[in-house]
């Protein structure tokens, strides 16, 4: 009986998020916190592990890759479907129209999806299984139901970073990668116009993005930290975030500020600290961010947040020398999903170019997960030429 050879496959795409893990692993020695550092060092082992056995298995064809593809959309869909089936016997019991929306917020479970969940992420699983039903080149009527009750479904989801680049990745979609008439293609905007015209009628839905643009109003807002009870809560601007000398506890940031906010924080750190190069250590800035919320008075709970943006994350923690090879992976990604005309590979890397704008994703243990595990997959060289669609 013959024994079949195990092959190495030597790949730079394998080797940068196990060089990320290791950086992580060494960034212990210089941690300010080295109790937090060395309790975040096992939740990053997936940037190690996956890639690791990534070298040893064999190359994915085409139907393999499909196949794969096809059992995690359907395994979303089935996700999906429970929560908004949760969702409206909860609307049922309580009349409270939070149940389709967003994530719980006020100490509840309301939201759409549970707050430990995270809205934002479920909406990047979403768009990735939305994609896989949107690319197949033979679509059946419950293909394309499905498609318009998962785009129904981000959009509930109402995260506004992702929606915005999901509507993008769509047109794109559209106009460069199917294979439609002019006329199906005129046909498919309308209908995403229509959709979207219809959700963003939903006050609530419009509520998250109208907040991002105001400067002040006398009632009070959602609020992420859940013991802030106040009629009287000033909305902090772009501007204020950036500039203010002192907050007070009535303050509140929407999203949008309050990365300014953690922004202005880093570029504070880099002047004031020996970090460019080697941070903070893994998951230790977070006494420096809590000593920051006491020099400007912010709301207690503020300083417990991290970054919300992967790439200030990784340099703030682990330096220059991080961010550099967090960049590093997603480029050599974009560059492979654009030679290959793979659209699902592009989609994929978009959303987390974006999501590492206002997430740090690789912080949370599902989310290093999910990014390893669908990076090293589509980074897996086939034999046989890539295709931009799925049959």
């Given amino acids: 009986m013959e024994i079949k050879k195990i092959e190495f496959k030597n790949s730079i795409q394998f080797w940068l998020p196990i060089l990320l893990f290791v950086w992580m692993a060494i960034s212990y020695f210089w941690s300010i916190d080295k109790p937090r550092t060395l309790n975040a060092i096992p939740k990053e082992i997936a940037l190690f592990i996956i890639p690791f056995f990534c070298f040893f298995i064999p190359f994915f064809n085409a139907k393999i890759k499909a196949k794969i593809l096809k059992y995690y959309s359907y395994s979303i869909l089935f996700l999906a479907i429970t929560f908004l089936t949760r969702a409206f016997i909860r609307y049922i019991l309580t009349h409270d129209s939070r149940a389709f929306f967003y994530h719980g917020e006020y100490g509840d479970d309301y939201g759409l999806v549970p707050k430990l969940l995270n809205a934002i992420h479920v909406s990047v699983y979403t768009a990735l299984a939305y994609f896989y039903f949107l690319t197949k080149s033979k679509k059946s009527k419950s293909d394309i139901f499905i498609i318009l009750f998962l785009f129904v479904f981000i959009i509930l989801l109402a995260s506004k970073n992702i929606i915005f ?15 439609i008439s002019y006329k199906m293609r005129l046909r ?24 991002e643009f105001q400067s002040n109003k006398d009632k009070g807002l959602s609020h992420n930290i859940t013991t802030l009870k106040t009629d009287d809560v000033h909305v902090v601007s772009i ?23 953690q922004a202005r924080m880093f570029l504070e750190f880099l002047s004031e600290e020996s970090i460019f190069w080697k941070g903070f250590g893994l998951n230790a800035s977070k006494i420096k961010l809590q000593e920051k919320e006491k020099k400007y008075n912010l709301y207690p709970g503020y300083g417990d947040f991290n970054f919300h943006n992967q790439y200030i994350q990784n340099f703030g923690e682990l330096g220059f020398v991080g961010f550099l090879i967090l960049v590093l992976i997603l480029s050599a990604s974009f560059y492979k999903s654009f030679k290959e005309k793979d659209f ?3 989609a994929f890397i978009i959303l ?15 989310g290093v997960v999910f990014f390893t595990a669908f990076y090293c997959f589509f980074n897996m060289s086939c034999k046989n030429k890539s295709q931009s669609k799925i049959n």
């Fill in 239 to 261: 501007y204020e975030a950036w500039n203010n000398d002192q907050f007070s506890h009535g303050d509140y940031f929407p999203g949008t500020a309050f990365r300014v906010y």
């Fill in 165 to 179: 680049v999901f509507i993008l990745l769509n047109f794109l979609y559209t106009f460069f990668y199917s294979k």
């Fill in 344 to 346: 699902l590979h592009i």
């Fill in 352 to 366: 987390m170019i974006s999501l590492f704008l206002t997430e740090s994703f690789l912080w949370r243990q599902r």
């Fill in 188 to 211: 498919n905007i309308l209908i995403i116009v229509g959709i979207l015209i219809l959700m963003f009628s939903f006050n609530r839905i419009k509520d998250r993005f109208l907040v």
